[in-house]
T-cell receptor
């Protein structure tokens, strides 16, 4: 049973560019959440997708957008990259119970913006 | 804005010692989860506590949820090098928000 898979594992981009990160949820899960984790910090909630719609959003600018596909996989898009966007981006899948369902995390995409 | 404060932020101990990590907030959470994260990997769930005053044990790890559901603690007995990692608490509000983590290093 495959867990949460994320691609790519590492990515280097230049300021101002755009990036797309991808996530496949654990089998049986239909809810995908995205988190940003700076070095030595806890994950910060970006948004959550359920039934192909954004259900919850954290305190992130509109440069951060996402999508969920009918097969429950998801993408995170970041436009106009800033140096401060360098971080580990984690995808987590779960059942849809608001905040109660344990999250199953992927190993993340390490994004470096130069 | 709901915040979860973890303390200490860093902890370096010798194998065999005991330790406690704290997770505090001014907000009430419907449930609280503890995760452990190793370098290069995503966080892995250790436990979920739901009821105020609840105590859960996972081998040498003991988790407690405060009576008012605003705080929690993680106690490790006889720490081992394999316990090394970043310990994260997360509260349901309803979205899951994380504390900043406690970096634990257990030296042999």
């Amino acid at each position: 049973d495959a867990g949460v898979t994320q691609s790519p594992t590492h990515l280097i981009k230049t300021r101002g560019q755009q990036v797309t990160l991808r996530c496949s949820p654990k089998s049986g899960h239909d809810t995908v959440s995205w988190y940003q984790q700076a070095l030595g910090q806890g994950p910060q909630f970006i948004f959550q997708y359920y039934e192909e719609e954004e259900r919850q959003r954290g305190n992130f600018p509109d440069r951060f957008s996402g999508h969920q596909f009918p097969n429950y996989s998801s993408e995170l898009n970041v436009n106009a990259l800033l140096l401060g966007d360098s971080a580990l981006y984690l995808c987590a899948s779960s059942y849809p119970e608001f905040g109660r369902s344990p999250l199953h995390f992927g190993n993340g995409t390490r994004l470096t913006v130069t | 804005t709901q915040l979860l404060e973890q303390s200490p932020q860093f902890l370096s101990i010798q194998e065999g010692e005991n330790l406690t990590v704290y997770c505090n907030s001014s907000s009430v959470f419907s449930s609280l989860q503890w995760y452990r994260q190793e370098p290069g990997e995503g966080p892995v769930l250790l436990v979920t506590v739901v009821t105020g005053g609840e105590v859960k044990k996972l081998k040498r790890l003991t988790f407690q949820f405060g009576d008012a559901r605003k705080d929690s603690s993680l106690h490790i007995t006889a720490a081992q090098p394999g316990d090394t990692g970043l310990y994260l608490c997360a509260g349901a509000s309803p979205k899951l928000i994380f504390g900043q983590g406690t970096e634990l290093s257990v030296k042999p």
